[in-house]
C-alpha cells in the first residue's frame, strides 16, 4: 500500500516515516519498488521529518519531469 497514486501522471508518493528504518519494512519497501518499476510507475519517497510544502513540490515536480 502506498500513500498517493495518479496514473495519469505516473506518480506514486510514499511518505516513509520512522517505521521505514525497519529491517522487515526495508525489505517490503525494495520489493514494492521493484514491482512498480517493472510497471513503469516508480515510487517517489519522502521522508516524513522533511516535508514541507515547498520541498513537496520541487520534489513532485522533478519527478513529474523525469517521468515525461
Not at 18 to 24: I, Y
Not at 34 to 49: A, F, G, S
Request: net charge positive.
Amino acid at each position: 500500500i502506498v500513500d498517493f497514486v495518479c496514473f495519469d501522471k505516473k506518480l506514486i508518493i510514499e511518505l516513509d516515516g520512522s517505521v521505514h528504518n525497519f529491517a522487515s519494512r526495508q525489505k517490503r519497501d525494495k520489493f514494492i519498488n521493484d514491482l512498480m518499476r517493472v510497471v513503469d510507475l516508480p515510487i517517489l519517497h519522502l521522508k516524513t521529518e522533511n516535508l514541507d510544502r515547498e520541498f513537496i513540490r520541487n520534489e513532485v515536480n522533478k519527478k513529474l519531469i523525469k517521468n515525461k
